[in-house]
């Protein structure tokens, strides 16, 4: 068997293309060492070969193509996600008028259970938070009402109420959902503690 170290790159080429198989293999191992050689087994004088470096660099641009998008598509999720919050805040709206009754027993039992705790009690100020949500909220769909001249739910459901007006009014109730429960909570609570406290200097005064 010939020596490889010492074969021609053109009798090399003509074994590793012509070749039997153990010639073949020599020539490759040869080859090897003098040639470069990509992943899919091309060497670089071959018509197939992908320079390393390049298909690296290919890589790393796709990458940063990928990663450049990324923000903006982020931001398309952010607000298509903040559009169907908007919207599904009408549902919400929706169901505390279906539920009035419900709504306003259940804001007037955790009062009771709040002034029973003198407002100090953290789960049933907890309780009455929840029952402060409920409430306001179907107090929303009154203000809608009263500002649109409609019940709420004909206004929701009429031929002029425009996706604007629903994704307008979703807006104020996110606004008025974060701040106004809690300044009721606030307040009721502030003044149970006067009162009871007050009820209670009285008590002592006349047993005193």
């Not at 010492?6 to 080429?13: A, E, M």
């Not at 293309?17 to 490759?28: F, H, L, M, V």
């Not at 100020?125 to 709420?152: H, K, P, Q, W």
Request: net charge negative; aromatic share 16%; proline share 2%.
């Amino acid at each position: 068997m010939p020596d490889y170290h010492f074969r021609s790159d053109s009798d090399l080429k003509d074994d590793y293309y012509r070749g039997d198989p153990s010639q073949r293999d020599e020539a490759i191992k040869e080859l090897s060492r003098r040639y470069g050689r990509d992943d899919d087994g091309y060497f670089e004088f071959e018509n197939g070969y992908e320079d390393p470096d390049d298909i690296k660099a290919k890589n790393e641009s796709d990458s940063s193509s990928i990663f450049g998008l990324a923000p903006l598509f982020l931001i398309i999720i952010g607000i298509v996600v903040l559009i169907a919050c908007l919207l599904g805040a009408h549902f919400v709206l929706g169901y505390s008028v279906n539920f009035s009754r419900y709504i306003w027993i259940g804001f007037s039992i955790s009062l009771m259970l709040m002034v029973l705790g003198r407002g100090n009690s953290k789960f049933l100020n907890f309780i009455f938070f929840l029952g402060c949500l409920a409430a306001t909220t179907r107090f929303f769909a009154t203000i809608v009402g009263m500002i649109e001249n409609s019940d709420y739910v004909s206004y929701l459901y009429a031929d002029s109420t425009s996706l604007w007006d629903m994704i307008k009014y979703g807006f104020f109730y996110a606004i008025y959902i974060l701040i106004v429960p809690y300044l009721v909570l606030k307040i009721c609570t502030a003044l149970a503690r006067v009162l009871m406290s007050k009820s209670q200097n009285d008590t002592t005064s006349l047993n005193g």
